[in-house]
């Protein structure tokens, strides 16, 4: 071994009599270092968790891209325009909807909603990962009633369960005697729970056939098309291709573009935390230039001897800078654990909860990500390397001939 890690490591170990206070000031050390390193590496995989199950929630219910026209017009023939979009590259499928506004009603109570009409089969979204209660069917029931699937939170809202009786009202103009709603009922035949108010709170699905009669818009009329690509990196390739393919009054809008206050929100946090976080190491690493200057006060003998020896400015400095970066890799090394200790235990019994009506999620999502960890430690050793520099430099100019007779 190298003389001057072997120097280092013995110094780093501080085993002599009387070393006491200055091994409580090396545990200090790496216990900072490891905290701000443990710190930052659970707040970056809490912040990727947060977003990758957002983005689930979102990609896999709401619609990757709409086509509507500029005005509240329906698109005239959208079953022509649903077989053209299906041969454009990059389009996947493509499925003809009809949405709007309309009231929902059961037994005891009455709610505003959006009623939206797919296909029997269902629509492309991937609501059934989320189905909670009964299932994604929306064919006739024993009595003849047709399927409706609803939100966990419109269905609190209506005392509704699987099987109950939903009475479904729609009205084009101002309601008078001469202008009644129209009216159908179906039957509760699932409840999707995803933890976003604006979809479990408002919607309704139901057989396209249906919506057509309760809205007055008869065969081909729809009110957008629904597509979903192939590649979603694509998504905003698509988009230009679509708008560059679809004449006026047509139009399309991404879910990026239609959900983008909540996206927004979580770009804002990856961006944001880290580097409120990334104070802590810097904090931690800064920390070990008392440290290092202590260890030289404590070994300022040992440097006179090792200078009248022979050790040149150099060495010296090494063997302190040397001992600064173990402080900082064991440091690292425990704060690498601990963060994946915390994502072993939050990951099994969520020891951390949050209020579903506000972060979409029951407790807080962990991802963690190896980039990050190389990032952390590259970062982290930087910082320890540069503050174990000073308190390093100040040991390698110390006279030898006043250093050995120090403290007599």
């Known amino acids: 071994m190298n003389f001057k890690w072997f120097l280092a490591y013995r110094y780093f170990r501080g085993r002599s ?26 707040s970056l995989s809490i912040v990727h968790g947060f977003k990758s199950v957002i983005q689930e929630k979102i990609l896999g219910f709401g619609t990757q891209i709409s086509v509507m026209t500029f005005s509240d017009d329906p698109i005239f023939r959208g079953d022509t325009l649903t077989v053209f979009l299906e041969t454009l590259d990059g389009i996947e499928e493509a499925q003809s909807v009809v949405y709007s506004q309309g009231m929902v009603q059961t037994r005891d109570f009455v709610e505003g909603s ?87 709170d408002v919607l309704v699905l139901v057989d396209r056939e249906y919506t057509r009669e309760l809205f007055e818009m008869p065969h081909p009329k729809a009110t957008q098309i629904e597509l979903r690509v192939s590649d979603i990196s694509r998504i905003d390739e698509i988009q230009a291709m679509l708008d560059d393919r679809l004449p006026f009054p047509y139009y399309s809008e991404t879910i990026y573009e239609r959900y983008r206050s909540i996206f927004a929100w979580i770009n804002l946090q990856e961006q944001t935390i880290p580097f409120v976080i990334a104070v802590m190491i810097i904090v931690a690493a800064f920390n070990l230039i008392g440290t290092v200057l202590i260890m030289v006060l404590e070994r300022t003998r040992d440097i006179g001897i090792l200078k009248t020896m022979g050790a040149d400015d150099k060495s010296v400095r090494s063997i302190f800078l040397i001992e600064g970066i173990i402080v900082g890799v064991m440091g690292l090394g425990i704060g690498i654990l601990l963060s994946l200790a915390f994502y072993v235990v939050q990951d099994t019994w969520q020891i951390i909860p949050l209020p579903e009506e506000s972060y979409y999620m029951s407790s807080a999502p962990v991802e963690p990500r190896w980039l990050d960890v190389l990032i952390v430690s590259v970062i982290t050793l930087t ?13 390698a100019r110390l006279n030898p001939l006043s250093v050995i007779s120090y403290g007599k």
């Open 383 to 395: 910082l320890c390397a540069l503050a174990s520099w000073l308190p390093a430099k100040v040991a």
């Open 114 to 200: 959006f009623i939206k009409g797919v296909d029997a089969e269902g629509d492309l979204s991937d609501i059934r990962n989320y189905i909670r209660d009964g299932s994604y069917y929306l064919g006739k029931d024993d009595d003849g009633l047709p399927g409706a699937v609803i939100g966990a939170r419109l269905a609190r809202n209506l005392n509704a369960t699987t099987g109950s009786v939903l009475t479904a009202y729609a009205i084009r103009g101002m309601p008078s005697p001469l202008n009644l709603p129209q009216i159908r009922q179906f039957h509760v035949s699932g409840i999707y729970h995803t933890g976003i108010d604006q979809f479990d």
């Open 17 to 42: 009599t009387g070393s006491s206070f200055l091994s409580f000031i090396k545990i200090m050390a790496v216990a900072g270092v490891a905290i701000g390193a443990a710190g930052l590496l659970i």
